[in-house]
């Protein structure tokens, strides 16, 4: 309990010091603060629902997009907070029926169905808003202005570190650490599998979603190559792995370093980015299989041991 | 006609079949387990039996047949269902969930089945099965650093925590030393003198005479003998059949 309350004045203290960063730089630094608040709540949602199960998800992209595509479509029409809700709604309800259809196939072809779903849905949207004789994108016009957009995406990363916590210490993440273990003790064992995966699936995915729908208004002009960008997914996938999945501020190591390499990457070579992502992904996964964590708590353990030798 | 002819049986299996393309695994058999009862189910490699189990606890659906529970049907049931109604069951090929503590191995099987517990309650349970079945002290070590009697001396407390109506073990005593087996066989009888209904599957002679009032027998999919342990034992079809087994 000790521990727990520390570990929460921990959170506190950083989450206060993130929010200081529009009082301190406005321009470049703030970009990168919004993407990284950006992506440490796609990331920890995703590993809300891979981490224990192992199914790596591809479709970050997918629900990022509909959020964003929510909020693009209907600006016009009803006030942003409206909107907001609107994409998680929709978000939910899709991963839902997504997670439905595709959670009792096994691992292998949910990241191939996952990872067709975004190409699939920005298609179908292109193909939409040709056929509506529309231009290929839609205006977001807001008055939104860059430090509110980075205060919204991290009140969400708190709510988002607070779920993940909850379920941390619930029944539902209980089944899940069992189902990641060994399916067959889990249904031997009572768990309904098909429904612990389907609701952490859907918790994850609504996360995207509502992300997607918080920064919509900072691109003035949405379209589907933007909202759907496959790169969203595997980049989710990187920085989780990276990071660490088997714990919750797991991600979040992997995120901050990634981001600031990534920005560095993409301005000195920004022809190279996908042979590089693909470099980063192989070198990670072949060098720190644990994520940072590991190596964290690895050198933690070495160290002790060699207080007690 | 026993003296359970009134009593409504724990689990009744009514010609069962199921088969994996052309092979029968297991071929219209029916038997009866009454509340408070320890039978054997024997047989040679390839009879059926581990196949009967599945059946029995919903890892697999039957093609035909009824499998009634306190006489309700739960044949072609899913897993988790059966589960929760009371079937608990270890596995043949011990399964351990390998990033979780010994204590929670345990705590595993009493969260979502038949007995369902949180908390302080749920550690206590645990706990105290882990004691229970010889494995207290351990219980924050991951499952790794565990010898193969000790998983499976998990694998027992994970069934016993969700307080099954009906406890099914695959041969949960094979691969033990002498000794060890003679503990294992000592922590069933506690079982059994507990009032446990217990199909148990194994090949160890010794321990189905001394711990199974009836024995079914299965051969090629096909129950060959039902009766008491003793008499089915000397049944010279019984014998032919494992020797057989031998011989092949
Ligand atoms: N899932 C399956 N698919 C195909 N065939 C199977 C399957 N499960 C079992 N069988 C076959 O069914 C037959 C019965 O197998 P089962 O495992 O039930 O035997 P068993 O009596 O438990 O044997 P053992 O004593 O060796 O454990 C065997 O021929 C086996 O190969
Ligand atoms: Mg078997």
């Known amino acids: ?309 | 006609m026993d003296n359970h002819v009134t009593t409504q049986p724990a689990l009744s299996i009514q010609d069962v079949t199921r088969s994996f393309g052309g092979l029968v695994a297991v071929n219209n058999v029916s038997f009866d387990l009454h509340e408070n009862e320890v039978i054997g189910l024997i047989g040679p490699n390839g009879s059926g039996k581990t196949t009967m189990m599945n059946l029995i606890s919903g890892a697999l659906k039957p093609n035909n047949g009824e499998i009634r529970l306190y006489g309700e049907n739960i044949a072609g049931a899913p897993a988790a269902d059966i589960a929760h109604r009371g079937v608990a069951r270890t596995f043949q090929i011990v399964r351990m969930l390998p990033s979780l503590t010994v204590l929670e191995n345990a705590e595993a099987g009493g969260v979502f089945g038949h007995a369902k517990m949180w908390g302080a309650e749920l550690h206590d349970r645990a706990r105290e099965l882990l004691q229970r079945v010889g494995l207290e002290g351990i219980e924050n070590r991951p499952v790794s650093t565990l010898t193969y009697i000790d998983q499976k001396r998990l694998e027992l407390a994970r069934a016993l925590i969700s307080d099954p109506k009906v406890l099914l073990l695959d041969e949960w005593l094979a691969g033990l030393n002498p000794s060890e087996l003679r503990t294992g066989i000592a922590l069933i009888e506690q079982l059994a003198n507990e009032g446990r209904t217990i199909i148990i599957v194994e090949h160890v002679m010794d321990a189905i005479r001394s711990l199974c009032s009836r024995c079914v027998v299965m051969s090629s999919g096909v129950k060959i003998a039902e009766g008491g342990t003793a008499e089915v034992l000397a049944d010279p079809e019984v014998i032919r059949a494992y020797l057989g087994d031998e011989n092949a």
């Open chain 1, 1 to 309: 309990m000790n521990s727990e309350v520390r570990t929460f004045g921990i959170a506190v203290i950083l989450f206060l010091a993130a929010a200081t960063l529009p009082l301190i730089s406005s321009g470049y630094l703030l970009s990168i603060g919004v993407s990284i608040a950006v992506y440490t709540v796609l990331a920890t949602s995703w590993t809300l629902f891979s981490g224990p199960t192992n199914y790596i998800s591809l479709a970050v992209a997918a629900f990022f997009g509909i959020g964003m595509y929510v909020v693009a479509g209907g600006i016009d029409l009803l006030p942003f907070p409206v909107l907001v809700l609107i994409g998680a709604v929709v978000g939910a309800l899709f991963s839902a029926i997504v997670g439905l259809a595709t959670l009792r196939i096994s691992g292998v072809y949910f990241v191939i169905f996952t990872l067709g779903l975004a190409e699939l849905i920005r298609q179908v949207v292109s193909w939409g808003q040709a056929t509506m004789g529309t231009s290929s994108g839609l205006y977001v016009l807001t008055d939104f202005t860059d430090p509110q957009i980075y205060w919204a995406l991290l009140v969400l990363a708190a709510v988002v570190f607070l779920i993940g916590w909850w379920i941390g210490r619930s029944r539902l993440g209980f089944a899940l650490r069992i189902i990641g273990n060994d399916e067959v003790v889990a249904v031997h064992s009572g768990i309904n599998t098909a429904r612990a995966k389907v609701i952490l699936f859907v918790i994850s995915c609504t996360f995207a979603s509502i992300t997607g729908a918080l920064v919509a208004p900072r691109y003035s002009y949405v379209e589907p190559t933007i909202a759907f960008n496959p790169f969203i997914s595997f980049q989710v996938v990187i920085m989780a792995l990276l990071g660490g999945v088997h714990r919750l501020w797991g991600p979040l190591l992997g995120v901050i370093p990634f981001t600031i390499l990534w920005e560095l990457i993409s301005a000195n070579f920004p022809t190279q980015t996908t042979l590089l992502l693909g470099a980063a992904f192989l070198l990670i996964v072949y060098f720190i299989p644990h994520g940072i964590v590991g190596l964290i708590e690895s050198g933690i353990q070495k160290w002790k041991g060699d207080q007690h030798g």
